[in-house]
């Protein structure tokens, strides 16, 4: 059994910071791609950060220059730092990894998400 589990997720100020976290447990063999998506109200899902286990990141251009995703294999966790937040950045966030448990292939894991509201 895996499981993400994200926390950090607040109310805040336009122009603002948040620090969002992901921690993977489980019976967990490996962890490839760790990945941040939102869904904003309304909306669908959409990618905004991605980090593979080698430390190679892409961004949607929307976050580029604002938001910087870092993961820690020791720990198994994914971090998402949000600078300079936007009324458009209201969201719930969802940690998404790539995950090897035991032999078995690679699965798509998703955690609860967690809510950012971005608002004066």
């Known amino acids: 059994q895996v499981q993400l589990v994200e926390s950090g997720g607040d109310f805040v100020q336009p122009g603002g910071s948040l620090r969002l976290s992901c921690a993977a447990s489980?019976?967990?063999?490996?962890?490839?791609?760790m990945a941040w998506y939102r869904r904003p109200p309304g909306q669908q899902r959409e990618l905004v950060a991605g980090?593979?286990?080698?430390?190679?990141?892409n961004y949607a251009d929307s976050v580029k220059g604002r938001f910087t995703i870092a993961r820690d294999n020791a720990k198994k966790t994914v971090y998402l730092q949000m600078n300079s937040l936007k009324p458009e950045d209201t969201a719930v966030y969802y940690c998404?990894?790539?995950?090897?448990?035991?032999?078995?292939?690679?699965?798509?894991?998703w955690g609860q998400g967690t809510p950012v509201t971005v608002s004066s």
């Open positions: 998404n990894a790539i995950i090897v448990v035991g032999g078995t292939h690679p699965g798509d894991y």
């Open positions: 980090i593979t286990n080698s430390g190679s990141t």
């Open positions: 489980g019976s967990i063999s490996s962890i490839y791609t």
